[in-house]
């Protein structure tokens, strides 16, 4: 299996691997359970899933197996982007493994797994995307998710560092 990395000038790392999965790693000055809390709570999600793009005007969180999860963004184009899925296992502070919908894609579901590891109080943040086939995981690029997602992972650390003092 081949991997490709993308050159960025961010701090987050995305690399497709084979012809499904995208990994998007990310450091943050932060311990893990401030970049957990500010990842999981809702009203911090709100803050910082976004980017730059919009505001996020929905982000529902019942964080337990099998419980559910939607977010939803007005783009400042003046467009409603939503995203939902289910929570399938919760390690709290380590890891979440997740399925992922984007409203636009009804048929295109990605199952997520994020990882929370920490080294001398700074978090690395590892998410792997797999999608079942190549188109999905294709859009999901082309999407010009990765500007968006350096955005959200800048403001994500902020949080995370603020929520320390």
């Known amino acids: 299996m081949a991997e490709t990395t993308a050159a960025t000038q961010h701090s987050a790392t995305v690399t497709l691997r084979g012809d499904r999965e995208i990994v998007i790693t990310?450091?943050?000055?932060?311990?893990?359970?401030?970049?957990?809390k500010a990842y999981t709570t809702p009203?911090?999600?709100?803050?910082?899933?976004?980017?730059?793009?919009?505001e996020v005007t929905l982000a529902e969180v019942d964080l337990?197996?099998?419980g559910a999860w939607r977010y939803?963004?007005?783009?400042?184009?003046?467009?409603?982007?939503?995203?939902?899925?289910?929570?399938?296992?919760?390690?709290?502070?380590?890891?979440?493994?997740m399925t992922e919908v984007f409203e636009g894609m009804p048929d295109g579901e990605a199952l997520d797994t994020v990882t929370f590891t920490e080294?001398?109080?700074?978090?690395?943040?590892?998410?792997?995307?797999?999608?079942?086939?190549?188109?999905?995981?294709?859009?999901?690029i082309g999407s010009g998710m990765e500007a968006g997602m350096q955005e959200a992972m800048d403001r994500l650390e902020q949080i995370a560092i603020s929520l320390a003092a």
Not at 27 to 35: D, G, N, Q, S, Y
Not at 44 to 51: E, M, N, P, T, V
Not at 119 to 140: F, K, S, W, Y
């Open 43 to 54: 009203e911090l999600i709100k803050r910082w899933w976004a980017g730059e793009r919009g």
């Open 26 to 36: 990310r450091k943050f000055a932060a311990p893990k359970h401030l970049v957990w």
């Open 64 to 66: 337990r197996v099998g």
């Open 119 to 140: 080294v001398d109080g700074r978090t690395t943040l590892t998410m792997l995307v797999q999608h079942t086939v190549p188109e999905h995981r294709d859009a999901h």
């Open 72 to 97: 939803v963004l007005v783009a400042n184009g003046g467009f409603e982007v939503g995203f939902h899925g289910e929570y399938r296992e919760i390690e709290t502070n380590e890891k979440l493994v």
